[in-house]
């Protein structure tokens, strides 16, 4: 095998000598035969010096709004290395010490770039082992989201959640920030005894008397899945081994919308092996948290927006677990193969819910997906970004969230699916299986897989080379030609629909009161109806729909986000104030970039935007309101 793992770059380097004195400071280059990983988002130098295993002792400060703790890490290093660089952000460091040494060591904090932070240099003595890092986290630690008690479903006591990717982990914790670099870790939390805490590790399920919690983590993992969350929590059991973290006054509601949980582990573990981190939670959080979803092993952190009340919007923890395999287990080597981690993880959400519910609902998802992921192409050619719509991207002196798109998530999605119509399932399925296996707990970089692919799928089962269709999905701008067509029954029953509608029947004649017209219509099929309504509607026919169809009564957050779009485009007066409401009150970056966006393209809109936004930036976590406020051209 041509992979290697961390522990297997130290030795070698170890072994061999290699001092990487001659490096950029910026970079990282490790290079063993054929293996490049080169990470321009970290400081460290593992070649040098790496972390292993991570010993965090820590006080969650709600009233100061910070975390005051000692990192003690583990190091493997090179003979004659003399120094570790960490990542940090805003971190006020306070001392270091080394090993059993109650001296403190020179260290040096290097200058502060946006993106990246700062480089925490420490010097180290020949037989170093452990290095203790105290330290207090800065007034914006961009990872943490501090919620006041209203911000909360109970009201009553304050939260706390983290959000470490892609490169915020180095704002609460020093450490080697880069998903090519992997370590376990243990930690001992002091909290007010009225909270639970919960990390990516093995969680308690009540609440301690003392406010005090350990955690461990056996399995190694980036520093972008650490991961904890404090607040006045629940946990309920689904199975012996899943289960459910929630406010109290949202669990019995979660515990229902999951009740499939388990059912889903197994799909999944029948499609490509074992679930290999033992328990499989959910942590639903306060509707600020900015994604729909986080992998944090072992507890994925949830968006409340996908509680619809009937399990119609669970692909979403179909896709989190699913990165149990792909993301968590073989990760991505850098931010530019980003691809690597969604896409795959796309294409196994689908498989997971194909199995669940059948090929004619996960072809809704497929179908659903290729109309963003045009979208997005369209958009972002026209916006001159041609070149992040590639797979392989360049995010070299970037944020690397911006290279959160559809082309991650649902490209790479076609491109496997093309890859699996190219070849047939079977061979396909038994390739996929086989490379989570081998590549578990390592690294995997675009050049990598591409090299995999020849030797294991193209190869081994004598298929004739496919190098174009490589090179057209992976570096190549736009879509290619020849890509997958999903095929949906149930899209074309909706389609009638709006045919009907646009020759000229009335909405209450094709919905008659009792529904009828949309009998048994799933979420997917209503996003795909409000998806293409014609242009151009009047206020009479706004009124009409939301009228007899009740969108904007709706409780699935994401059919009020698609009403919520028309209501913008078409500048329906009556329909602003629950978008507001709306706005005010989900922060997921999903929902509120298209509609912000939307917003400042109508008359009044930019100012009514802004007037909204004054309102709702304090709901929002930093990975929102650093992209609403560029677009907003707000300064903080
Ligand atoms: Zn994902």
């Given amino acids: 095998m041509y992979l290697i793992t961390c522990a297997a770059i130290a030795l070698f380097f170890a072994g061999c000598g290699f001092s ?27 070649e040098e010096a790496v972390v292993k295993h991570l010993d965090w002792e820590a006080e969650v400060d709600f009233e100061h709004k910070r975390i005051k703790a000692k990192a003690s890490l583990t190091i493997d290093k090179a003979g004659d290395a003399k120094y570790i660089i960490l990542d940090t952000k805003g971190l006020r460091i306070e001392k270091v010490a080394l090993d059993d040494s109650p001296r403190q060591v020179t260290f040096t904090l290097g200058d502060r770039d946006q993106w ?39 009201g009553k006591y304050p939260f706390l959640f983290t959000q470490s990717q892609a490169i915020l982990a180095r704002s609460w914790v020093p450490i080697q920030d880069s998903p090519g670099i992997r370590f376990t870790y243990t930690a001992k939390v002091k909290v007010p005894k009225e909270l639970m805490a919960l990390m990516s590790a093995e969680n308690p399920t009540e609440k301690s008397a003392d406010g005090l919690y350990s955690f461990t983590m056996n399995q190694p993992i980036p520093a972008y899945l650490l991961a904890l969350s404090v607040g006045d929590l629940a946990f309920q059991p689904i199975s012996d081994r899943t289960g459910v973290y929630a406010e109290h006054a949202v669990i019995d509601k979660a515990v229902y919308e999951f009740g499939e949980l388990e059912e889903m582990v197994q799909a999944a573990e029948s499609l490509y092996g074992p679930y290999r981190w033992d328990r499989y939670d959910l942590l639903v959080l306060p509707p600020s948290f900015p994604f729909g979803g986080m992998e944090n092993p072992r507890l994925t952190f949830a968006t409340p927006t996908i509680l619809a009340g009937d399990r119609s919007l669970t692909s979403l923890v179909a896709h989190e677990l699913a990165h149990s395999w792909s993301g968590n287990l073989v990760t991505n080597g850098t931010w530019n193969d980003f691809w690597l ?29 290729m109309q963003d992921l045009k979208k997005e192409v ?22 690397p969230d911006d290279g959160v798109t559809s082309i991650a998530y649902d490209k790479g999605y076609f491109f496997l699916r093309q890859l699996e119509e190219s070849t047939g399932r079977e061979v396909f399925d038994s390739f996929l299986k086989k490379y989570f ?16 692919l020849n030797e294991h799928l193209i190869s081994k089962n004598g298929l004739k080379p496919m190098e174009d269709i490589f090179r057209q999905w992976i570096y190549e701008e736009g879509l290619p030609e020849e890509k997958p067509v999903p095929l949906s029954g149930r899209f074309d029953s909706v389609n009638q629909v709006l045919e009907l509608w646009t020759g000229g029947a009335k909405i209450k004649d094709i919905f008659l009161d009792d529904g009828a017209g949309a009998d048994g219509w799933s979420t997917h099929q209503w996003l795909h109806f409000l998806r293409h309504l014609p242009e151009g509607l009047t206020v009479e026919q706004m009124k009409t729909l939301d009228e007899h169809l009740q969108f904007s009564e709706s409780g699935n957050s994401e059919i009020l986000a698609a009403w919520f779009s028309h209501v913008v485009r078409h500048e329906y007066e009556p329909g602003y ?28 809109g930019k100012k009514r935007a802004l007037e909204i936004y004054k309102k709702a930036r304090p709901n929002y976590h930093f990975v929102s309101t650093n992209s609403i406020d560029a677009l907003l051209n707000v300064t903080p």
Avoid: C
């Fill in 577 to 604: 104030s629950q978008l507001e409401q709306f706005l005010v009150n989900t922060g997921r970056r999903k929902f509120l970039m298209p509609l912000y966006s939307e917003m400042i393209k109508t008359g009044d």
């Fill in 341 to 369: 981690n969604e896409g795959f993880t796309v294409y196994f959400e689908h498989r997971i819910m194909e199995k669940l519910y059948g090929r004619d609902y996960s072809e809704m998802l497929a179908s659903l997906a």
């Fill in 437 to 452: 296996t081998d590549n578990a707990f390592k690294v995997m970089t675009t050049e990598m897989f591409v090299t995999y």
């Fill in 20 to 46: 990487g004195s001659k490096e950029n400071n910026n970079r990282k280059m490790i290079e063993k035969q054929d293996v490049t990983v080169h990470d321009v988002h970290t400081y460290a130098k593992p």
């Fill in 116 to 154: 990246l932070g700062s480089p925490l240099m420490i010097n180290l003595e020949p037989n170093t082992s452990v290095v203790h890092v105290h330290y207090t986290t800065g007034d914006s630690a961009e990872a943490l989201q501090w919620l006041a008690p209203r911000q909360t479903s109970g």
């Fill in 378 to 399: 369209d958009g972002m050619i026209k916006e001159g970004n041609g070149p992040d719509t590639r797979l392989k991207l360049d995010l070299e002196g970037r944020n």
